[in-house]
């Protein structure tokens, strides 16, 4: 047992227990000249092996300069935060829309939130499979497209009937779901393992804090020119960055052959081929054809080209496998095809239902539940918000609802912060304590300040709502509540992502996207809900925050089971797969 994780009984190596320094997820450093025959980034101290390791082809995104692959993070972050503030953005203008818009009541009002969500979930079923087989350029330019003509759509007629209105909402959705669903993925097309943390925090923040940020500029907008300029701003600043989008945005998916395992010191023969993402085929190619002896490319870091330095300064570079000379370069011209063939073999059908038997699964069930929950409250409150703070007592307009969501947007950083700061540094000290062998369910431990602060934020909220109706508590009190809140949603976020990474890498995207269609049904649903309830608790917040707070923390509670029994859940579902017992393999 270790660190209170029951070992398994029947597999000698569970999937993704491993030595940490010999994780194929972390950088892997060569030294003494062990590795040598791979490829190796030395333009640090230290030589670290590049993985996954780059291929020959110089179309190969992991060969492209690293101020391309940033380029490239950066256009699809900038975009993304204008796809993901389409969320929020009536947040702030709830009663303003009751009040303009005809036939239109509190409840019709948080629909409008609702069914962006909607559209958002149900396209991810379509969009994820369709990444993976053809890629996610098409995906990206065509979101861009459809958030401006949507954007647009909304603008020009949204006041004129609630159901265009409504309509326009869900195909914002569908619009804004590549952004949210693959700029993350495309992050790990682009870099190596050990480039990706700060520029996976970078697009977090954008995805993320982008979705915070908006209302308190919404506020001001719709109060001084309407709430239609809202969207007029979307389509405009999307529209000037569909030309970046298309120019600079080559395709990032590539096919290439798996990587196998590597160590330092010691060969990972006995390691079960599921964990390794091999099949039979390859796991015997692999064995007949060990890796190629190394040849020197580009070694003299005074020659290389400047922007490509990061990659070929200093690399070994073995020869390719096939024995095939590279292919030509894609010229710009062809590098603006919306499609380069096929990235995968998988039927389109079968990708699209994978993601549904994981929500039986135990691990991926509580990801779901820790992480949705929580942004399903998110989303509860922000429908909420207007109601306590235009009404009796403070009677604030819309820019004052709007400057409200601060806090949340600190709540976020500081989440953000929580998260970075503990994730690897608390996974290296019980590695540390547990002999040098590393554990996923260690990711676990950063349920503890979700917990804190998610359940913190929760109660706070409902409680001093209440009293800041009857003058008791400064209105800076729930505000700060939320923050806490939003900051344990960004925590679980964290959390469940990084463990079902490491505990069921191999599927590890239909995982997320099992999490993401969760998520966006599940804050669907409240939207229904948030005015009846409060409705019924006869316009008392505690009633009703008390209530989601206890149902959080019960679900971080059941961290505790996962924690013990995690290695032999990940060694029953390697024994027993689920997408295989459902013909989905």
Known sequence: ??????????????????????????????????????????????????????????????NWPLWRRDLITLVLSITSVFATALGPILAAD??????????????????????????????????????????????????????????????????????NFLWSRIFQGVAAAPFESLVNAAVGDLYFVHERGKRMAFTNLAVFGGAFFTPILVGKISNDMGWQWTFWFVAIFSGMCLPAVYLFCPETAYRRDPTPRFSATKKDDDAPTKDRGLDQEQEQELKQHPAAPSHQTS?????????????????????????????????????????NGRKSSDSFWKLTLRPLP??????????????????????????????????????????????????????????????????????????????????????????????????????????????????????????????????????????????????????????????????NFFSFALTFKAWPWLIQSSVKAAKIFNALGSVQLVVCLLTIPLYIYGKRLRSFSYRHDILELCHLR
């Open 94 to 163: 709830t009663v303003l829309l009751v009040s303009t818009l005809k036939d239109v009541t509190f409840v019709k009002a948080s629909l409008l939130t609702g069914y962006f969500l909607l559209g958002c979930g149900a396209s991810a079923f379509l969009f994820v499979p369709s990444s993976r087989i053809w890629g996610k350029r098409h995906l990206f330019v065509l979101g861009t497209i459809l958030l401006i003509a949507t954007s647009i759509w909304t603008a020009a007629s949204g006041n004129k009937s609630y159901t």
């Open 358 to 519: 994981l929500l039986l699964h135990p691990a991926f069930l509580w990801a779901c539940l820790i992480q949705g929950l929580l942004i399903g409250w998110t989303v509860f409150i922000g429908v909420l918000m207007a109601f306590f703070f235009i009404s009796v007592p403070l009677w604030w307009d819309e820019v004052q609802t709007g400057y409200a969501y601060t806090g949340a947007f600190v709540g976020a950083l500081i989440g953000f912060a929580v998260a970075g700061g503990l994730s690897d540094w608390s996974a290296r000290l019980m590695t540390k304590w547990n002999g040098g062998v590393y554990e996923p369910e260690f990711r676990l431990v950063l349920v503890i300040p979700q917990m804190v602060l998610g359940c913190a934020g929760l109660y706070g909220f409902g409680i001093t709502l209440d009293g800041m109706l009857y003058g008791k508590y400064h209105y800076a009190v729930p505000l700060t509540f939320f923050g806490l809140e939003v900051a344990g949603m960004v925590i679980g976020a964290v959390a469940g992502s990084l463990y079902i990474v490491d505990a069921y890498r191999d599927i590890v995207i239909e995982g997320f996207t099992a999490m993401i269609i969760f998520k």
């Open 299 to 339: 070694t003299d870091s005074t020659t290389a080209p400047k922007d490509e330095e990061h990659i070929h300064t200093a690399t070994e570079a073995p020869a390719s496998s096939t024995g095939a000379p590279a292919p030509p370069k894609a010229t710009f011209l062809q590098s603006l095809a919306l499609f």
């Open 1 to 62: 047992m270790g660190l209170g994780i029951l070992e398994d009984r029947v597999l000698e190596h569970v999937p993704g227990t491993t030595q940490y320094f010999d994780d194929p997820e972390r950088p892997q450093y060569a030294t003494d000249g062990t590795l040598e025959h791979l490829k190796c980034d030395r333009s640090g101290p230290v030589p670290i092996v590049l993985v996954p390791q780059p291929t020959d082809d110089p179309n190969d995104p992991l």
